[in-house]
């Protein structure tokens, strides 16, 4: 018996020895060269050319070795906090999933990068990057990221359906006082059809995909003060203010209207379908978007001719569009910060941006690459290489940053209203009814997210 | 002769009834099944087809090729491989003994340290997930398979309790006579409980493989490195931002990458179909 | 305390403790630290990359008043109490039609269990698919066949949460193979000698079937619980919570909280509710189950 019981013991004791004995010969680094790495966001056309970029950064020094990491999308942030956790974060990260560049820097995150900038400036020439790219980088004036590429908006339209219904384009002139928002409704009702007569339509004009915070600065508003843009937390909405609430009162009404009063906008239901599919523009079923750039990524269905326009005034003398810059951020708890900041720079010079834009949709911060951009995405495009500059300068003009960037625990005021708003869409209730609540819920939330900062 | 054929008949009738009860149901659960098929062999330009069509217009099978081709397949093929087996025995080894113990011996403590093990799967692991990474990383495990794979060999409460049940289905009149006969608990456990819990164990090696096999959220956590990568994390190269997704590729390689779970599963069956079940309950 | 303990009972004791130490060892090494850690995250302000700041019970007293933990309560406990049932019934009876000798079984098994291996994204992706109110198979079956205006299904606060539960009705593969091996060990001779007292079908599943599988039964019933009251990556993929809250699951309002928010410290106060909850259902069950659970290894201590 005794015997039975010692053999049962070595059988466990056995089982466990040997998981701890391979524990223990855990492999020891020689970090001779300093290690940095960067997290990055799964895409199929990024991840590639990032390889290629890392490769050459990483033959032409010696001392460095960068190493990608990459997540999707989804689990970009859970990854990132993880890493920080254990004290180990991305020597290089990014706002890439929903915690904006200001929800880091409140939380000492990231380091400041204007000294870098200024000893490296002519390396950098700071000037190059498309002003509004910096300020959407900037915390409380301080940059905190250098942007490596980032998303304009316009009016993206398929060209094709505008030749078969005997349209002309949209302008590219941002300041063309006739190009109102009643002017394009009335070019979005054209657009729609019932192509094989069914009763049901199946080709749409218009599609608007902003958010509101953008929708209330279209129509002349703002949801939040000036300062909140900066790096501030914001205390409340200004949704108090008439001007703000009417603004945002009369947009939310527009855009309920394009989908149910003058039916040039898909249903919920049928933009789920639409959207699963891929950017909603590639079906050859949507006239013309308004949208960040995303809208025409990847390769485009070659059965279409395309073009880009500019976003028209919803009222007169207002114009201001989102931009969605990426900037690459240090962490603050790095062991390489200079080390990464070699890379940070390699990636933001010149010939790296050239590559990155060959080989993706990207465009680049640097002005003077915007030629490049143009002699790359002209060939798709009805546009004139004037007309794709004028616009362009336009979207870089009369933009800023993403608010999900800039707004202080964002994220979470963005899915209360979001969840406020879908019985809006949906058709169940009424504009001012869901305006009411939703600012409560949202003021509610500010509070909530003002308590959540930890005191130090 | 009468009753003989009503009973005949009857049989041919129950079974028909379970034939088309069989059928309707396999076909509910093929369509969507057949969904992702037809997707996966979609041109890349008939993806964004609206309203969407069901069966493509010229199938490309070529689609399978490059979807493989796009990611290491073979390297990930093999990670995955290793982190999935080697789950599988520490889970079917340590679960087994353990099991055992709660099932069959009696113990003061054995109740309550039961239900600590059942509460133990009461906390979603999103939220233990950090402290779970920062403890791998002070054991140093981080960027390697063992935070996948050693944890297993502790025993998982999910399998243990399931054994718990099947062992606990064995009538105990067997103990006593195995132990009248001077058989010791470890004679008894490998004996007479792992012989008549075939089916059970083969559930458990089933599950551990699936389970290990199509873990997302383990491999994004613990591991860093490209080449340490396994199937299911290469799956979302497919997915990019703003739909930028390439569905007849992803389709196409979420298909493959579950087909060694279909394989094993047809052929781990006959566990559950041996026919002739000795408990020496009779006479 | 009872009389002393007899040798033997001490013999068992000892081999127990033998038996399951592979489990203490592992539990003390990696599951109490961090559930400890999750605890004390719980009286704390915490958004994981700042250390953690004592609070007290304040995220307790904010959860009491907090409308959406309310809501997610309640979405989570409609979904539990509708899907767990109805899978055990639905998986039972296939499982039953399973075990029969009849042809082309082999095929059958292996259909009803591809959905559990087909996981993730994908599968959530497709049922998007199905749902879609336009566009959807789901609809276009309905009016074809029985000329039903199907509902908005995922779009509607009134179906989304019936849609998720059809929708995990399509995974109850898992469950079907357990069930298989637990028919398997019910020994035929049961059934034939209730065949010569002259029982019926219906008798024979009653009287043999259910008492001989509630060992296995309360295993489904008690997981069948624990999962679906973690049900996650379908609300997380196709609903985000939508519409308007109607598919706020809880741990999706955890997961928010603790990834999206910032707040790890409430989100771990609103998961030790959970397992306060889980754990109260699971003692109850455990309790009643003399009443209803048959284990042929039941003896008097």
């Given amino acids: 018996m005794v015997r039975r019981f010692r053999g049962m013991c070595f059988l466990v004791v056995l089982v466990i020895a040997s998981v701890i004995l391979s524990s223990l010969v855990t492999s020891l680094s020689y970090a001779e060269k300093a290690k940095v790495t960067i997290l990055w966001r799964d895409d199929p056309d990024e991840v590639p050319v990032l390889d290629e970029i890392i490769k050459d950064f990483n033959s032409t020094h010696p001392n460095i070795t960068v190493e990608a990491i990459v997540v999707p999308y989804d689990e970009y942030d859970p990854k990132l906090f993880s890493m920080w956790a254990a004290g180990t974060p991305p020597d290089i990260f990014w706002c890439a999933a929903e915690s904006g560049y200001v929800d880091h820097a409140i939380r000492d995150m990231n380091f400041t990068l204007d000294t870098l900038v200024n000893r490296d400036k002519n390396v950098i020439n700071i000037k190059d990057f498309y002003p509004a790219a910096i300020e959407g980088a900037t915390f409380r004036g301080d940059l905190k990221g250098l942007p490596f590429a980032q998303a304009y908006t316009a009016i993206f339209y398929n060209a094709t359906l505008f030749d078969d219904a005997g349209i002309k384009y949209p302008t590219t002139n941002w300041t063309d006082k006739n190009w109102t928002w009643d002017k394009l409704v009335g070019i979005a009702k054209k657009l729609t059809k019932d192509i094989n007569g069914d009763g049901k339509i199946d080709q749409y004009g218009l599609l608007d995909t902003r958010d509101l915070f953008e929708m209330a600065w279209a129509w002349g508003g703002d949801m939040f003060d000036p300062n909140v843009y900066k790096g501030y937390p914001p205390e409340k909405l200004t949704l108090d203010k008439p001007k703000n609430y009417n603004a945002l009162l009369t947009a939310l009404q527009k855009r309920v209207d394009l989908v149910y009063k003058d039916k040039v906008s898909p249903t919920p239901a049928t933009q789920q379908v639409i959207e699963q599919m891929g950017p909603p523009l590639k079906t050859g079923r949507l006239g013309m978007v308004i949208s960040g750039d995303w809208s025409i990524w990847g390769a485009m269905p070659k059965n279409y001719k395309w073009g880009i326009g500019a976003v028209p005034y919803s009222v007169p003398n207002v114009k201001k569009v989102c931009l969605y810059t990426d900037p690459l951020e240090i962490a603050r708890t790095s062991k390489h910060p200079n080390e990464a900041w070699e890379f940070i720079k390699y990636l933001a010079s010149p010939s790296a941006q050239k590559k990155l834009m060959e080989k993706t949709s990207r465009i680049s911060s640097r002005q003077s690459l915007r030629k490049n951009y143009i002699e790359k995405i002209s060939p798709l495009m009805v546009n004139t290489k004037q007309g794709l500059d004028q616009v362009l300068s336009g979207a870089f003009k009369y933009c800023q940053e993403d608010a999900e960037h800039t707004v202080f625990g964002f994220y979470k005021l963005q899915s209360v209203w979001t969840s406020e708003t879908d019985p809006l869409w949906l058709g169940k209730k009424g504009v001012k009814e869901v305006l009411d609540t939703m600012i409560v819920k949202v003021n509610q939330a500010i509070e909530e997210n003002l308590k959540g900062i930890v005191v130090k | 002769m009468y009753l003989l054929r009503s009973r005949r008949k009857r049989e041919v009738l129950i079974k028909s009834f379970v034939y088309v009860i069989l059928m309707v149901t396999s076909i509910i659960i093929l369509i969507p099944i057949f969904w992702m098929l037809s997707t996966a062999l979609k041109e890349d330009s008939e993806v964004y087809l609206f309203p969407p069509e069901w069966i493509p217009q010229k199938p490309q099978f070529g689609n399978f090729k490059r979807a493989l081709t796009f990611i290491p397949f073979g390297r990930y093929f093999t990670n995955t491989s290793v982190i999935t087996f080697a789950t599988m025995v520490g889970s079917l080894l340590s679960s087994s003994i353990v099991a055992y113990g709660f099932a069959r011996l009696r113990a003061r403590g054995r109740d309550i340290l039961f239900m600590i093990l059942l509460s133990t799967m009461m906390i979603p692991s999103q939220i233990t997930m950090i402290p779970v990474f920062v403890l791998f990383k002070l054991l140093n495990w981080t960027d390697t398979f063992k935070p996948l794979i050693i944890p297993n060999f502790f025993g998982g409460a999910f399998f243990i309790f399931l054994l718990r049940q099947f062992y606990m289905t064995i009538p105990i009149e067997l103990d006593d006579a195995a132990k009248i006969d001077g058989c010791s608990y470890l004679g008894i456990f490998s004996r007479i409980i792992l012989p008549l819990t075939k089916p059970a164990l083969a559930t458990v090696a089933i599950f551990s493989f699936m389970w290990s096999w199509n873990d997302f959220m383990g491999p994004l956590i613990y591991l860093n490195s490209r080449d340490k990568l396994t199937l299911t994390l290469a799956l979302s190269r497919f997915t990019g931002m703003y739909g930028m997704t390439a569905w007849n590729l992803l389709m196409a390689a979420s298909l493959v990458v579950a087909l060694p779970c279909f394989v094993l599963f047809f052929f781990a069956q006959r566990y559950f179909i041996q026919g002739i079940v000795v408990t020496g309950l009779k006479g | ?301």
């Fill in chain 3, 1 to 301: 305390m009872k009389t002393r303990m007899s040798p033997m009972a001490k013999r068992e004791e000892r081999y127990f403790y033998l038996c399951i130490s592979p489990w203490i060892a592992g539990f003390l090494i990696f599951t109490a630290g961090p559930i400890v850690a999750s605890l004390f995250f719980s009286f704390c302000n915490y958004d994981v990359v700042t250390p953690p700041d004592w609070i007290g019970i304040q995220n307790y007293k904010r959860l009491l008043s907090d409308p959406l933990f309310w809501q997610s309560l309640k979405v989570t406990s409609y979904f539990s109490l509708v899907s767990v049932p109805l899978g055990i019934a639905l998986s039972l009876i296939i499982a039953i039609l399973l075990n029969q000798n009849i042809k082309g079984l082999t095929w059958f098994r292996t259909i009803y269990y591809m959905p559990s291996v087909i996981s993730g994204v994908a599968v959530a992706l497709l049922w998007m698919w199905i749902f879609n109110p336009e566009f959807g198979v789901l609809n276009f079956l309905l009016w074809k066949l029985f000329h039903i205006q199907g509902p908005a299904w995922l779009m509607s606060e009134e179906w989304v949460i019936p849609a998720l539960i059809i929708m995990s009705l399509w995974g109850i593969g898992g469950d079907i193979v357990i069930y298989l091996a637990g028919l398997q060990g019910i020994p035929t001779e049961l059934y034939e000698a209730a065949e010569i007292d002259g029982a019926n079908s219906f008798n024979k599943f009653l009287n043999i079937t259910i008492p001989m599988m509630s060992p296995v039964l309360l295993f489904t019933l008690i997981m069948g619980i624990i999962n679906s009251f973690q049900v996650f990556t379908q609300a997380y993929v196709m609903t985000r919570g939508g519409p308007h809250y109607a598919s706020l699951f809880y741990v999706l309002y955890i997961y928010q909280n603790a990834f999206q928010f910032f707040s790890m410290g409430y989100a771990s106060a609103l998961s030790w509710i959970l397992f306060l909850i889980i754990l109260v259902l699971t003692f109850l069950i455990f309790k009643s189950s003399p009443l209803w659970v048959y284990y042929e290894s039941t003896r008097e201590r």
